[in-house]
């Protein structure tokens, strides 16, 4: 009944908002419980009750196609497709604070093709590889310090094309 039990929290705080910044151990323990049952709106209540508290972090989910769609389906999923005449890459958002998107679009695919992330002083952190023309990758940042980085779209073990992206924290 996990319902009932957030009812009761929520009485609580209906009473004293300030009791979200002072919560004890057993209503922290009950909006865990209610949010690893998976119950819907009610579980994420609790979540955001956890995230007001500072007891939890969350980062929504990013959902993308996939990958082996056949591209009749995933240009309906994305809408219409604008077909490019050069090599494209866009990165978003700028700055990022959890994760940042590489989106590229290349004429063909080569030998060594790659999305290259480097430090500002040149140090090589990430290589990913590119297995097809049009696409875009997740790239998460939790490991990286705040900063500006280097994402060059490589081909042929070339540098096509450049952006900069900053994270902060």
């Given at each position: 009944m996990p319902f009932v039990n957030l009812i009761d929290i929520l009485k609580k705080v209906s009473?004293?908002?300030?009791i979200v910044m002072h919560m004890d151990s057993t209503d922290i323990q009950t909006?865990?419980?209610?949010?690893?049952?998976?119950?819907?709106?009610?579980s994420a209540f609790a979540r955001n009750l956890l995230l007001a508290a500072g007891k939890t972090t969350y980062t929504e989910?990013?959902?993308?196609p996939e990958s082996g769609l056949r591209s009749s389906k995933r240009d309906k999923y994305r809408g219409v497709?604008?077909?490019?005449?050069?090599?494209?890459?866009?990165?978003?958002?700028?700055?990022?604070?959890?994760?940042f998107i590489v989106e590229y679009h290349l004429l063909d695919i080569g030998k060594k093709c790659c999305i290259e992330i480097n430090d500002i002083m040149g140090k090589?952190?990430?290589i990913i590889p590119i297995t097809i023309a049009e696409d875009q990758k997740i790239i998460p940042v939790n490991t990286m310090s705040q900063?500006?980085?280097?994402?060059?779209?490589?081909?042929?073990?070339?540098?096509?094309?450049q952006a900069k992206v900053t994270l902060i924290r």
């Open positions: 009473i004293d908002t300030s909006l865990i419980s209610i949010t690893t049952s998976g119950q819907g709106q009610v989910p990013i959902f993308l497709k604008t077909h490019f005449k050069e090599n494209v890459l866009k990165v978003y958002p700028n700055p990022a604070k959890t994760h090589t952190l990430k900063g500006v980085y280097v994402v060059t779209l490589k081909n042929y073990g070339k540098s096509i094309q």
